[in-house]
């Protein structure tokens, strides 16, 4: 290790301060990165959803793994909703 390696190891990094700018939105700020995924993601929620429902629409009962499937399927949603609607982009636009 060189000596201008070694005094750029010790030094520390930037501190986040109250001025400090705030981190990229997710994707970007790329709407149709955003609108493409989240969709996707919504896609497969429905799909990941139909399996245990058509078991239940023949009047089984719903086991454990079907009750996992369905909260599964209800955690790809949210997460696709968080990506379509990106509330930390929001968030970070509204400040003054």
Same mark, same amino acid.
């Given at each position: 290790m060189s000596a201008r390696g070694a005094e750029a190891a010790a030094e520390p990094g930037p501190v986040a301060g109250p001025g400090a700018a705030s981190p990229r939105p997710l994707f970007g700020g790329c709407w149709s990165c955003r609108l493409l995924s989240g969709a996707g993601l919504l896609m497969a929620a429905i799909w990941v959803y139909q399996g245990p429902r058509s078991a239940m629409?023949?009047?089984?009962?719903p086991s454990m793994g079907?009750? #996992?499937?369905?909260?599964? #399927?209800?955690?790809?949603?949210?997460? #696709?909703?968080?990506i379509l609607a990106d509330p930390v982009g929001r968030w970070q636009r509204r400040e003054p």
């Open positions: 629409r023949k009047g089984l009962t079907a009750i #996992a499937q369905i909260t599964f #399927a209800a955690g790809l949603a949210g997460w #696709a909703i968080v």
